[in-house]
């Protein structure tokens, strides 16, 4: 799977749109509700490519990398 450095500051940043978590910002959800995803199919489009990516990041232990990008923007891309 191809990283896009900005999904990290989605990731990090991003409201969980619905469910028992609605409001919740991505990167704060727990592991379970995220696991639950990987076993049961991940919504569609950008939502689900960032939770993929988040359950890559938790199972990993690299939460800890990204909490530092909360409350940030993105680096404006080079002209």
Known sequence: MKLDPTDLYKIANMEMPFGKYKGRILLDLPEAYISWFSREGWPAGELGRLLAQL???K???LSHLIAP???KLPPSPSA
Request: charged share 20%.
């Open 55 to 57: 359950y890559d990041i």
């Open 59 to 61: 199972i990993n232990g």
């Open 69 to 71: 990008l909360r409350n």
